[in-house]
């Protein structure tokens, strides 16, 4: 079923990308339905994560920094592109425009880290790359406070929604 609605979700991508919608394609979700589009959404970027992160380090432990860049700029790319598909897509239900958001920030956030390891990775100095690594200590030290607030946004959506949220 995942599958299905990951094809379903590249393929209205590639469509919406050569052509316009049509009002029936602007139809709203109910908003269990937009959760779910957004939670597969999220649940898109597992496999590429891991991917950059195994580079990152296999990468970082050579000391090959332009590579490290590469990957980070390759992850950035990727959530450039989620983030798009998100801001592209309607929200629907109570609140839905606000969880939106939500999201939206938890994506600029990942995003945000691989930005900080293209910077360390492209550092001219040593130096420069020692505050490179500050910069991203100061992004990852924000991390309990925007996952908290995705998850609150969650919650208060489904909430709002009347729909429950499903463990796996």
Do not use: W
């Not at 891991?50 to 490290?68: N, T």
């Not at 939500?102 to 994506?107: A, L, N, P, T």
């Not at 930005?115 to 910069?135: F, V």
């Amino acid at each position: 079923m995942k599958k299905l609605l990951l094809i379903s979700i590249f393929a209205a991508g590639m469509v919406a990308c050569k052509s316009k919608s049509t009002p029936a394609e602007q139809a709203p979700l109910t908003a269990s339905e937009f959760y779910e589009k957004v939670a597969t959404l999220e649940e898109t970027l597992s496999e590429p994560l891991l991917k950059a992160e195994a580079e990152i380090k296999a990468r970082g432990d050579k000391g090959d920094y332009p590579g490290i860049a590469r990957s980070a700029s390759a992850m950035e790319d990727t959530m450039d592109a989620k983030i798009k598909i998100l801001k592209d897509m309607p929200p629907a239900g109570f609140g839905g425009e606000d969880f939106k958001l939500m999201v939206s920030r938890y994506f600029d956030y990942i995003k945000s880290i691989y930005t900080a390891y293209r910077k360390i990775g492209e550092a001219k100095t040593e130096e420069d790359r020692i505050k490179a690594a500050e910069e991203m200590k100061t992004v990852m030290d924000g991390q309990t406070a925007v996952m908290n607030n995705l998850q609150s946004s969650q919650t208060r959506f489904a909430a709002d929604n009347h729909f429950t949220i499903g463990q796996e």
